[in-house]
């Protein structure tokens, strides 16, 4: 018996099992905690395109009555709708580029469309600004879409001062564009076409890399002077060289 008991044990230890506390059966009924896998979600179907514009010099109102009817949107004429349109595709559309198509062609004759859902407001552009349009955020032009569409985008500037980016930027701007300047964030504040917001980060974006090219930061060790002291004179250094060249320039004289 004592023999067989070694061999037990021994046995037991080569297979790697432990014989001091030997692992519990799970209680009878009870359910294994297994997190059953997370069905995945459909992918929404793709938009289908059943509206077609095939307008020659038809009267703005009757365009929007169209795409009112074909698109479903609710339209509020928030300003005086006047002038005809040449709208023409070959292709049918879907909702959205339909709206993409009716903002380039509002924008042309000085009008937005404002989107809540499926309520289309019509106001002038200039008004645009003040209204609930869409609020956006980032410097990358490839995540702008290049449409007609008024919004707010927020560029956050690296390198760059953004109040004289703003100096620079303005003379491209339409007359309807409002750009700003946040200091504290050193961010740009713009109101303007998606396209138009796409094309000014663009410039930015060349302007902002080519900066941080320049830009570099070193640190030196210094033995025999402070660091306040040797600040003081680059300062000056840096700081009298102009005064110098003006002085001379004058002609001071002196005996």
């Known amino acids: 018996n004592i023999i067989s008991q070694i061999l037990t044990v021994l046995f037991a230890g080569a297979l790697g099992v432990s014989t001091q506390n030997p692992p519990r059966p799970a209680p009878p009924g009870s ?4 997190t059953p896998p997370q069905p995945a979600r459909p992918a929404a179907p793709p938009e289908a395109a059943t509206i077609r514009l ?3 010099d038809t009267p703005l109102n009757s365009v929007l009555e169209y795409l009112s ?6 339209i509020i ?4 709708i006047k ?13 959205t580029e339909a709206f993409d198509m009716l903002n380039s062609i509002l924008y042309a004759k000085g009008y937005a469309a404002i989107r809540n859902g499926r309520i289309l407001t019509i106001v002038d552009v200039g008004e645009a600004k003040r209204r609930l349009i869409p609020v956006k955020q980032g410097a990358d032009p490839d995540m702008i879409p290049p449409n007609d569409e008024m919004v707010t985008q927020i560029i956050p500037i690296r390198y760059a001062n953004a109040t004289q980016l703003v100096q620079n930027l303005t003379p491209l701007l339409d007359e309807s564009a409002q750009l700003s300047a946040n200091d504290a964030s050193n961010a740009l504040i713009m109101t303007d076409t998606q396209a ?3 094309r000014v980060t663009q410039i930015v974006k060349a302007l902002d890399t080519s900066i941080s090219g320049i830009t570099a930061m070193r640190v030196y060790p210094l033995k025999n002077a402070t660091a306040t002291e040797a600040a003081s004179i680059i300062n000056q250094i840096m700081g009298g060289d102009s005064s110098n060249n003006r002085n001379s320039r004058g002609g001071t004289s002196g005996g």
Do not use: H
């Open 31 to 34: 359910r294994p905690n297994r």
């Open 54 to 56: 095939n307008f020659k």
């Open 77 to 80: 004429k928030d300003a005086e």
């Open 83 to 95: 002038g005809s349109v040449d709208a023409i595709s070959d292709q049918p559309l879907t909702k």
């Open 196 to 198: 138009n917001i796409r």
């Open 69 to 74: 009817k074909e698109a479903g949107y609710a």
